[in-house]
């Protein structure tokens, strides 16, 4: 079985450049050159690929089969995946098709980087000194105690 058709059966949420869990390929720390999801071949990505599309592709989204990512039914044309999408990143692990609150991979605090606690919970003040809303982008609170909930 070559690189390619092992990149293919990779668990989801998998890095696609070593195919370890908890970090992404753009974040990969044993990361070598670009390499093709296409054809398999090093020094492009897959978008400058010059052979034909494989028909076996499928979405790192989703996981479906048809479609790449950035064509991706589940994303509503904005290059990123719906609320009911299961294309979403967490934030605690790096994995897909599930969000921080569903993580099985263990609670990630936002504020200080530490596992074991979200930041509405952390003891530490944030490097900033105040707390700042993931969901508004405003200080002062976090995003469970927004006004615009």
């Given at each position: 079985m070559d690189s390619f ?40 990505m897959s978008r400058d690929?010059?052979?034909p599309m494989k028909d ?94």
């Amino acid at each position: 079985m070559d690189s390619f058709q092992q990149q293919q059966q990779q668990p989801r949420g998998a890095c696609y450049s070593c195919g370890s869990t908890g970090h992404q390929a753009r974040d990969c720390p044993t990361k070598g050159p670009a390499k093709c999801y296409n054809c398999g071949g090093e020094g492009h990505m897959s978008r400058d690929c010059t052979e034909p599309m494989k028909d076996n592709k499928s979405c790192y989204k989703c996981g479906q089969p048809g479609h790449i990512s950035r064509d991706c039914p589940m994303s509503g044309g904005s290059g990123q995946a719906t609320d009911g999408g299961a294309g979403k990143t967490c934030y605690s692990c790096g994995g897909y098709g599930h969000m921080s609150r569903e993580c099985v991979n263990g609670m990630k605090c936002y504020n200080c980087g530490e596992s074991g606690h979200y930041s509405r919970d952390c003891p530490k003040e944030s490097a900033g000194g105040e707390k700042i809303c993931y969901k508004c982008q405003q200080p002062g609170h976090v995003q469970s105690q927004c006004p615009g909930n």
